[in-house]
């Protein structure tokens, strides 16, 4: 079991190796590529409340994701959950966008919620009731969101005094998050992670739902012998996981940027997914994998200003970590056969 | 615009080429599929071959090289999706993602010295048929060697799969790896041989984009297409052929979109866009409730591990 939880460093390790090496192949000096990297971004207090702030939304989507992971569901379209709980969220807040009330805030957070729910019970219902794909529809889905915000921001919802840039109108302050800090970024959303954490903690292990859902991720028969309600777990699970993403996205729309447009999100739904595996789907793991996962965003963008590499680096980075955290399950695989357990036990 | 019989037979011609990487990407995906492998990594593999393709007719200047080199490179990055989840039994899906995460970002890094370097012309085949005859000859000549090879190709998928030896191996042992693992078939093998497969049809997928249809790099190029190629392979069934019909709609509908724009038609383009994707889940949920339907085709054993105890 103290691997289970410690392979996840040396992925870690070896992904750093990984990316000193193809920094020296591209012809940089790979200590100080990687120094740009890992340690310059946090090495002040603007960086590291940068860190929290990419943190924020990775954590949420990640937990509402360990749910459906752990229950053998494959909710891959986090992004798109994500974005149209945006889309609902900022709908509430363009309607109060004149108006100021402590009640605004409030109002789009729910919506956002509701609105990723809403959305990931496409995927739950059709699988329940049509036996469909969930993978294949989740990932079908993000795209059509993205297609939705885009004419949104071009279209009907797009700012009239705004010269036809594909924006909205800003939010009023009372649809914004509350900053924790003067100068910092960070704000109030970070709180709706933690909460998250602290509550799917409970729900997981101290439920007869989170006992179910490691039942049935373990044993879909056992879970059907013992008698659990196969469908309704399904779509639980994927309106808890729903619920995490739309509320990332209107912490994204209501905290740092503050209105709509295309790109709310880096592709959070998807690095997310990352996010999880590193964090073995334990609830505290996810911190800690959160934090990794968003220094890599954040290392992106500082080599971007310093050694001139296009951000995209960041996905060599995470694309990477999956790899060898995957690859270093292997060990662990056999390590498991020959404590004589059932192997599917620690496969996702 | 007058809707005149020589401009439909242009825009059937620039609906076939449009259709061409998804045909490439989503017949090689389906060989891979078929053998009961789910390889969500073909966006990452579509764009690591546009670049390595760029990259090699920047360098080398000759064509021929950078199209095989293109094709090696989606077989090497697509090794490494074939190692994780047949030689370390790692899941399909986490590492399809990781692939097509770690391909984008790659593709951007070794890329970052190609942006704005102009394209080589790609040469097109039977040009004076193309002028001369209205109406077909836009449809039938004047394009490259590889759109050619990309409307035989699902036809020869087609025969392989139902009428060669090996065709009959690959699908058995993505119905029943188990059963085909008992016969004697090297399960592992022929999976690794279906992944390296889709890995050098995306890999020409990508280069079709980078030297043929846009002959230039930009970051992110591909643009979603391998994405589209996946939902291929689902629209058509795990059939051949209806991918090629398939791919033709949806690449019909990238076209449609432009002109719709240019003759200033009020259906706004995210709908059609959105529509692949939408038709898609349709299909998905006609043959999923359908249990008959969806048995014809559909690889029994897709996305699981295969474990054979030693």
Redesign the interface.
């Known amino acids: 079991m103290a691997l289970y939880f410690f392979t996840p460093f040396i992925a870690i390790i070896l992904t750093i190796l990984g990316g000193g090496i ?1 920094f020296y192949i ?1 012809g940089f000096n790979p200590i100080e590529a990687l120094k740009f990297y890992f340690i310059t971004p946090i090495s002040n207090l603007y960086g590291l409340s940068e860190l929290l702030l990419k943190a924020t939304p990775l954590c949420l989507i990640a937990i509402g994701l360990s749910f459906c992971f752990k229950s053998n569901n ?1 909710n ?1 379209g986090a992004e798109g959950q994500l974005t149209f709980g945006a889309i609902v969220g900022g709908g509430v807040a363009l309607l109060f966008y004149n108006q100021e009330g402590f009640y605004i805030l409030p109002l789009v957070i729910i919506a956002g919620a509701i609105g990723g729910m809403i959305f990931a019970l496409i995927p739950a219902i ?1 699988k329940t009731y ?4 969930e ?3 989740s ?3 993000v ?2 969101s993205k ?2 915000l ?2 949104l921001v ?2 009907p919802w797009s700012n009239p005094e705004g010269f036809n840039f594909p924006e909205t109108r800003q939010f009023s302050d009372s649809s914004r998050m509350p900053l924790l800090f003067e100068g910092l970024r960070i704000h109030a959303g970070i709180f709706l992670a933690l909460a998250a954490v602290m509550l799917s903690w409970f729900v997981l292990y101290k439920t007869y739902l989170g006992f179910q859902i490691k039942v049935s991720g373990l044993s879909l028969k056992t879970a059907k012998y013992a008698g659990f309600k196969g469908k309704t777990m399904i779509l639980v699970v994927f309106m808890i996981s729903g619920a995490c993403a739309g509320l990332a996205g209107v912490g994204e729309i209501t905290g740092p940027i503050g209105q709509l447009h295309r790109m709310i999100s880096p ?1 959070y739904g ?2 997310a ?2 996010v999880a ?1 590193l964090g073995r789907l334990n609830p505290f793991g996810i911190i800690f994998a959160s934090l990794v996962v968003a220094l890599t965003y954040l290392g992106a963008e500082t080599a971007q200003i310093f050694l ?3 951000k ?9 970590i ?2 060898f955290l ?2 270093s ?2 060990l662990l ?1 056999f390590k498991v056969k020959i404590l004589n357990l059932k ?1 599917n036990e620690l ?2 | 615009m007058s809707l005149d019989i020589s401009f439909i037979g242009i825009l059937i011609g620039s609906i076939m080429a449009s259709s061409v990487p998804l045909i490439l990407a989503a017949s090689g995906e389906l060989i891979t599929e078929r053998s009961g492998v789910l390889n969500l990594g073909v966006e990452g593999m579509m764009i690591i071959g546009a670049i390595s393709g760029f990259a090699l007719m920047v360098i080398t200047d000759n064509l021929f090289i950078a199209i095989v080199g293109s094709m090696l490179s989606g077989v090497i990055i697509s090794l490494i999706f074939g190692f994780l989840t047949q030689s370390l039994l790692t899941n399909h899906v986490a590492t399809g993602l990781a692939l097509t995460i770690f391909g984008i970002g790659l593709s951007a890094m070794l890329g970052k010295n190609f942006v704005g370097i102009p394209g080589k012309e790609f040469p097109i085949l039977f040009s004076s048929l193309k002028e001369s005859i209205p109406f077909f000859g836009p449809i039938l000549f004047g394009h490259s060697i590889v759109l050619y090879f990309a409307f035989a190709l699902p036809f020869l998928t087609n025969y392989f799969l139902k009428k060669t030896k090996l065709g009959l191996i690959v699908r058995a042992v993505g119905d029943s790896p188990v059963s085909a693992s008992n016969q004697g078939i090297n399960v592992i093998l022929v999976r690794y041989c279906c992944i390296l497969y889709g890995g050098a049809m995306c890999g020409l997928a990508g280069a079709y984009l980078s030297l043929i249809y846009t002959p230039q790099w930009i970051e992110n190029m591909t643009a979603g297409r391998g994405w589209i190629a996946l939902a291929l392979v689902v629209f058509a069934t795990w059939s051949p052929i209806k991918v090629l019909i398939g791919a033709l709609i949806f690449g019909g509908i990238t076209i449609l979109q432009l002109h719709m724009q240019a003759i200033g038609f009020r259906i706004p383009v995210q709908f059609l866009s959105a529509l692949p994707y939408l038709m898609t889940i349709i299909v998905l949920v006609v043959i999923s409730r359908d249990s008959r339907k969806i048995k014809l085709n559909t690889p029994t054993s897709l996305g699981r591990i295969f474990y054979k105890e030693k």
Request: glycine share 6%; net charge negative; no cysteine.
């Open positions: 193809i591209l494959w891959i059709l049509f036996n469909t794909n993978i294949l529809v990932l079908m889905l795209y059509v297609l939705l885009d004419y071009v279209g592709d998807f690095t997914i990352i595996f001139q590499i296009p995209y680096t960041g996905q060599v980075f995470q694309g990477m999956l790899f995957l690859a399950d292997y695989f192997k496969r996702y």
